[in-house]
Structures are given as structure tokens and as C-alpha cells.
């Protein structure tokens, strides 16, 4: 079946300008992650979907952040007034509700602000 | 700081030839989950060993957690040019109930395996 999609690949956008990644989960997948990958480094966490709420948006970085998932499925990450600091590799995730959780990433989306 | 660290950060390696990368975490786990990134993308999904078990084999993947030292290494036998990625592991934190825990990720360790 069709994995986990995320759209653009990739975004250029200047400082300033607002942004929306997409991402389309595994269908049946109830939980969708996001994270944020910078050049070299690890991941990092920034929201958890279950369903359609969000019981953990500790990563959020900042206000300008925010993110909603509708229908149990889609979710938009959205970045608000973007800077330099926020280009990234933006990464998707979603895991059934079968455990232990395994996650299954998206290809990802490359953003960067000049 | 990094629930997860692995070491080596960079790991080079002949074609044939073993590799085995270490994995550190601080608190006590649930599960620890190794995954795969090729460029900078999107990753995969390798290996999954619970706490209550010391190793774990997937193909030409070996995995052990040792809870004592809060540690795991994953080692891939006979190497292959096309196991060259970054390898990351994953923590999913005891305490934690329910599915859809929350994993949190190491820096991760760059393989390079040369034809």
C-alpha cells in the first residue's frame, strides 16, 4: 500500500513568508508525528498528532509554529513569518495503534529561507 | 540533551568487513528501535528490541540492549556499499502508557561502506 506522503519536497520561501508542509499518513494510521532535521544533526521532536487532537505539542519551537490535523488523517505543519533559522529538513511520521510503536516516515520536505 | 547518542558519529568501513555502532541513553525504556536515513531523507524503520530482551536478529542485523549500562549496539555483518546511511536509535521511555509513545531520536552515525 501507499506509504507516508508529504508535500512540496522541497521550499523555498523568503524570510518572512509564511509556509505549509503537508503530510498524508498511512490510511488507518491514528497517531502522526512530526519532526524537524537540521544539516548533520538528529531529530527533533515537534508534535504528536492522535487522531485529530494533540496531546503533546512540546517541541513546538515557538508560536510561529503550529499544526492541525483534520479528519484523522492529513496534517499541515505551518511556519509563520519563517527565518533563516527554520530552513530544515521537515519530517513526517505515522504509526498504527498497535504496539510497541513502530514509525513510518515520509520522504520528507527540505525547506529553506533566504 | 539526547535521550539517544550514538558513537562512532562517522564509521568507515571496507565492503565485507563488519560494522557495529553503539547507542547510550539516559532513562529507563520501554523499547529501543534502530532506523535507517539514506540522504538526508525519510527514515526507515530496521529493528525493534524490548527491554526485557538482551538480542535481537533481522537478516544480517544483530541487536543487544544491555538495561544495566542503559546501553544497545547494532551490529551489521558483511557490509554491503548499499548499507551506507545514517543509522539512528530510537528510545520509546518507560512510564510512557499506550500506544503512540513518543520516540526520541540520537544524532545518529554516519556509515560509509567502501566498495
Known amino acids: 500500500g501507499a506509504g507516508v506522503s508529504q508535500s512540496p519536497s522541497n521550499k523555498v520561501t523568503e524570510k518572512g513568508k509564511d509556509v505549509e508542509l503537508r503530510c498524508d499518513p498511512i490510511s488507518g494510521h491514528t497517531a502522526l508525528y512530526w519532526y524537524r532535521q537540521s544539516l548533520g544533526q538528529g531529530l527533533e521532536f515537534l508534535i504528536y498528532f492522535q487522531g485529530n487532537s494533540a496531546p503533546d505539542k512540546s517541541g513546538l519551537p515557538s508560536d510561529r509554529f503550529s499544526a492541525e490535523r483534520t479528519g484523522g488523517s492529513v496534517s499541515t505543519l505551518t511556519i509563520q513569518r519563517t527565518q533563516q533559522e527554520d530552513s530544515a529538513v521537515y519530517l513526517c511520521?505515522?504509526?498504527?495503534?498497535?504496539?510497541?510503536?513502530?514509525?513510518?516516515f515520509g520522504p520528507g520536505t527540505r525547506l529553506t529561507v533566504t | 540533551s539526547q535521550q539517544g547518542e550514538e558513537d562512532p558519529q562517522a564509521l568507515s568501513i571496507q565492503e565485507g568487513e563488519n560494522a557495529t555502532m553503539n547507542c547510550s541513553y539516559k532513562?529507563?525504556?520501554?523499547?529501543l528501535q534502530w532506523y535507517r536515513q539514506n540522504s538526508g531523507r525519510g527514515l526507515v524503520h530496521l529493528i525493534l528490541i524490548r527491554s526485557n530482551e538482551r538480542e535481537k536478529h533481522s537478516g544480517r542485523l544483530r541487536v543487544t540492549l544491555d538495561t544495566s549500562k542503559k546501553s544497545s549496539s547494532l551490529l551489521i555483518t558483511a557490509s554491503r556499499a548499499a548499507d551506507t546511511a545514517s543509522y539512528f536509535c530510537?528510545?520509546?521511555?518507560?512510564?510512557?502508557?499506550?500506544?503512540?509513545?513518543?520516540?526520541?531520536f540520537g544524532k545518529g552515525i554516519t556509515l560509509s561502506v567502501r566498495p
Open positions: 511520521a505515522s504509526s498504527s495503534t498497535s504496539y510497541p510503536t513502530k514509525q513510518y
Open positions: 530510537a528510545t520509546d521511555r518507560r512510564g510512557v502508557t499506550g500506544a503512540n509513545s513518543k520516540l526520541t
Open positions: 532513562t529507563s525504556i520501554n523499547n
